[in-house]
């Protein structure tokens, strides 16, 4: 199996190179985000921008890459592959992409500018919240005063307890208590699917 | 406990999440650029939870035993993920986490563990060292 440096050569060949490059990178097959980032240390400033990194919206798709309109207005390419870690919700594949969706993206940033991506997270929200309220499959949340609908995502939804393993069970979680909301935004709107909502017990 | 601050050689454990600041899309969008004016999700930046007086009246490590040294904006910290060998470098941009809304939680990657949120890391310095979609992660940091 290949190293991470090794797949990064991969990647950046599949970019910078021929079909069959690409070929061979798709064949690696996805690696968790975790294995793909595992980098040397210290290749960015501290404090400084990241240049193996893109924010922003999602405004053109077009045979694999992302065109991407960062939240300061910069613009991004990125260049996705089968072997692009993706996760919307839950891990998925590239196709799960669509305009409008905010993204976050790491990978390897090409001559050229644009980033060839080992992971990709769709409309991922992480927000310190007060639950307000709590409905069948809903949770009304406070944010920083702002009201957010958190939807219950039957068979994907799960909360951690004090740090405790993941459970479906959300019977544990009160009005006014302080959570963690990890979660897919639902692009215009003050809405989150729920991925894990992180709580004391 | 020891105060964190420290010796560069002595690394200490807690958890971290991570946040967004700057210009963002979603619920992230009102956020601004933190306490210290300079916060960017872009950027390899992190919050602490003693940056100042005013800072640590609403974070309160103290409560969960956490004697954490007064470090101010543009400090550098060294960090890693406790399952990674990879280690970052991150600057003090924003205050908190508000770590006495966790005290007693408990992180674990393989077989190492860490206590209480300490730490808060930008999308940019998080995803460098984990899964944003982990949303917690134990780590080791020293200045």
């Given at each position: 199996?290949?190293?991470?440096?090794?797949?990064?050569?991969?990647?950046?060949?599949?970019?910078?190179?021929?079909?069959?490059?690409?070929?061979?990178?798709?064949?690696?097959?996805?690696?968790?985000?975790?294995?793909?980032?595992?980098?040397?240390?210290?290749?960015?400033?501290?404090?400084?921008?990241?240049?193996?990194?893109?924010?922003?919206?999602?405004?053109?798709?077009?045979?694999?890459?992302?065109?991407?309109?960062?939240?300061?207005?910069?613009?991004?390419?990125?260049?996705?592959?089968?072997?692009?870690?993706?996760?919307?919700?839950?891990?998925?594949?590239?196709d799960?992409?669509?305009?409008?969706?905010?993204?976050?993206?790491?990978?390897?940033?090409?001559?050229?500018?644009?980033?060839?991506?080992?992971?990709?997270?769709?409309?991922?929200?992480?927000?310190?919240?007060?639950?307000?309220?709590?409905?069948?499959?809903?949770?009304?949340?406070?944010?920083?005063?702002?009201?957010?609908?958190?939807?219950?995502?039957?068979?994907?939804?799960?909360?951690?307890?004090?740090?405790?393993?993941?459970?479906?069970?959300l019977?544990?979680?009160?009005?006014?208590?302080?959570?963690?909301?990890?979660?897919?935004?639902?692009?215009?709107?003050?809405?989150?699917?729920?991925?894990?909502?992180?709580?004391a017990? | 406990?020891?105060?964190?601050?420290?010796?560069?050689?002595?690394?200490?454990?807690?958890?971290?999440?991570?946040?967004?600041?700057?210009?963002?899309?979603?619920?992230?969008?009102?956020?601004?650029?933190?306490?210290?004016?300079?916060?960017?999700?872009?950027?390899?930046?992190?919050?602490?939870?003693?940056?100042?007086?005013a800072?640590?009246?609403?974070?309160?490590?103290?409560?969960?035993?956490?004697?954490?040294?007064?470090?101010?904006?543009?400090?550098?910290?060294?960090?890693?993920?406790?399952?990674?060998?990879t280690?970052?470098?991150?600057?003090?941009?924003?205050?908190?986490?508000?770590?006495?809304?966790?005290c007693?939680?408990?992180?674990?990657?393989?077989?190492s563990?860490a206590?209480?949120?300490?730490?808060?890391?930008?999308?940019?310095?998080?995803?460098?060292?984990?899964?944003?979609?982990?949303?917690i992660?134990?780590?080791?940091?020293?200045?």
């Amino acid at each position: 199996m290949l190293d991470s440096l090794d797949r990064r050569r991969f990647l950046t060949s599949a970019v910078l190179g021929t079909a069959t490059t690409v070929v061979t990178a798709t064949a690696v097959g996805a690696v968790s985000p975790e294995v793909a980032m595992a980098q040397p240390a210290f290749d960015v400033e501290p404090g400084g921008i990241d240049p193996n990194f893109a924010e922003g919206r999602i405004t053109g798709i077009k045979s694999g890459v992302l065109m991407v309109t960062g939240s300061d207005n910069t613009l991004h390419q990125i260049y996705l592959t089968s072997g692009t870690s993706v996760w919307k919700l839950r891990p998925t594949t590239m196709d799960a992409a669509q305009v409008g969706d905010g993204l976050y993206a790491r990978g390897v940033r090409m001559p050229d500018g644009v980033l060839a991506a080992d992971a990709v997270w769709l409309n991922i929200v992480n927000l310190q919240v007060h639950i307000t309220s709590i409905g069948k499959d809903v949770l009304h949340l406070d944010h920083n005063g702002e009201r957010i609908v958190g939807h219950v995502v039957g068979g994907t939804t799960a909360a951690v307890y004090n740090g405790t393993p993941a459970v479906s069970d959300l019977g544990l979680l009160k009005v006014g208590q302080h959570a963690q909301v990890l979660g897919a935004w639902i692009p215009d709107t003050n809405e989150v699917e729920i991925a894990t909502v992180f709580a004391a017990a | 406990m020891r105060p964190l601050d420290i010796e560069p050689d002595a690394p200490a454990t807690g958890e971290t999440s991570w946040f967004c600041c700057g210009a963002a899309w979603g619920p992230c969008g009102s956020t601004g650029h933190g306490a210290c004016g300079t916060c960017n999700s872009g950027s390899r930046q992190c919050a602490w939870p003693n940056t100042s007086d005013a800072c640590f009246a609403i974070t309160r490590p103290d409560r969960c035993g956490e004697d954490l040294l007064r470090r101010t904006c543009g400090h550098t910290f060294f960090v890693r993920n406790l399952c990674r060998t990879t280690e970052i470098a991150v600057k003090i941009a924003d205050c908190g986490p508000q770590t006495d809304l966790w005290c007693g939680e408990r992180s674990c990657c393989g077989g190492s563990c860490a206590t209480n949120r300490i730490f808060d890391l930008t999308p940019s310095a998080f995803s460098a060292i984990g899964n944003l979609s982990s949303g917690i992660i134990p780590m080791a940091v020293h200045s």
